[in-house]
């Protein structure tokens, strides 16, 4: 992927890409919006690049629609990209109601605001404005700190299961999902952990883990 190449080969071989689309998906790819430190012709290739690229499985690909999506702390949506259909889709994370904005995150979310808005600066050049950024005070504070306990709880489950304590680390995770109810509701996130948790439990080799576990995490 582009991501493993030096620097001057990552900027020819991208904008040989970009040269080489149609006129119409050229068009589309120089009206997204770009980093503005990359003054020449290849570096507006690099900078829009830069700044809407997916992780895909070998490296990093821009998609035009999905780059129309704008970010929101508690998004109702989330991108991926699957290897076996060679292509991205966006998933909701709750029910969407009618008229209502898809937003994504761009950020790392069990991070506290004022991470959070550093780095939606420092990466894309805009300050968050959405609806936990702006709370109250209190209110902001009171997010900030179920985030930082679910950050806490996320690390704690990755120290566990790398030093083999599968049950304990299921025990953790499901004090991270209440965790991340309380702060998000039954949407962002979850479907990725209980995926994680389904995979501990059935690579658990412990007597005191009931086969039935493991179902219930696919449920």
């Known amino acids: ?83 076996d259909q060679g292509r991205a889709a966006v998933h909701a994370l709750r029910a969407i109601k009618r008229g209502e904005e898809i937003t994504i995150s761009y950020t790392e979310n069990f991070n506290p605001s004022a991470a959070r808005r550093a780095d939606l600066r420092a990466r894309y050049a805009f300050d968050c404005a959405c609806r936990i950024c702006s709370a109250p005070r209190k209110s902001l504070a009171a997010s900030d700190s179920r985030r930082t306990r679910c950050s806490a709880l996320f690390e704690s489950v990755q120290r566990k299961v790398g030093a083999g304590q599968g049950v304990e680390a299921l025990q953790c995770m499901e004090s991270l999902l209440a965790a991340v109810d309380e702060e998000f509701g039954s949407a962002i996130q979850k479907t990725e952990l209980c995926a994680a948790a389904y995979q501990i439990a059935v690579a658990l080799e412990d007597a005191r883990l009931d086969a039935r576990l493991a179902t219930r995490w696919a449920a």
């Open 1 to 83: 992927g582009l991501d493993a190449l030096p620097l001057l080969d990552r900027a020819l071989r991208l904008s040989w890409a970009v040269l080489r689309l149609r006129p119409g998906q050229k068009a589309r790819y120089f009206d997204m919006c770009g980093k503005d430190d990359y003054l020449t012709p290849v570096g507006r290739i690099m900078g829009i690049f830069a700044l809407n690229a997916l992780r895909t499985d070998d490296g990093s690909s821009v998609f035009a629609t999905l780059c129309l999506l704008n970010h929101d702390c508690s998004p109702n949506a989330s991108p991926s990209w699957h290897a």
